[in-house]
């Protein structure tokens, strides 16, 4: 069985920073691409960020040149470092990868105040 624990949410003020981290664990075979998305209340689940196993990155606009995705492949984790955080970055933060199928987190809860 796989799992994906989500860590490093929690309360921030705005122009703070916060860094999250997904570790998978269970029967898995070689991970291709890791991510992170996003979704706020009433709003879709969003694209924050994706990481292909050879480093390639992509973000969404919103979050570009503040957030920054990194993996380390030997533990099966990847990360997120967020900067320069904005109120509208509130919402519940879940970490997803791709082997074979797709897996999600649970979801950490990340608020940002003004």
């Known amino acids: 069985q796989v799992q994906l624990v989500e860590s490093g949410g929690g309360l921030v003020q705005a122009g703070g920073s916060l860094r999250l981290s997904c570790a998978v664990s269970?029967?898995?075979?070689?991970?291709?691409?890791m991510g992170w998305y996003r979704q706020a209340p009433g709003k879709q689940r969003e694209l924050v960020a994706a990481?292909?196993?050879?480093?390639?990155?992509g973000y969404g606009d919103s979050v570009r040149g503040r957030f920054t995705i990194s993996r380390d492949n030997p533990k099966n984790t990847v990360h997120l470092q967020m900067n320069s955080l904005k109120p509208e970055d509130t919402a519940v933060y879940y970490c997803?990868?791709?082997?074979?199928?797709?897996?999600w987190g649970q979801g950490t809860q990340v608020t940002v105040s003004s």
């Open positions: 269970g029967s898995i075979l070689s991970i291709s691409t």
């Open positions: 990481i292909t196993r050879d480093g390639n990155t």
């Open positions: 997803n990868v791709v082997s074979g199928k797709l897996y």
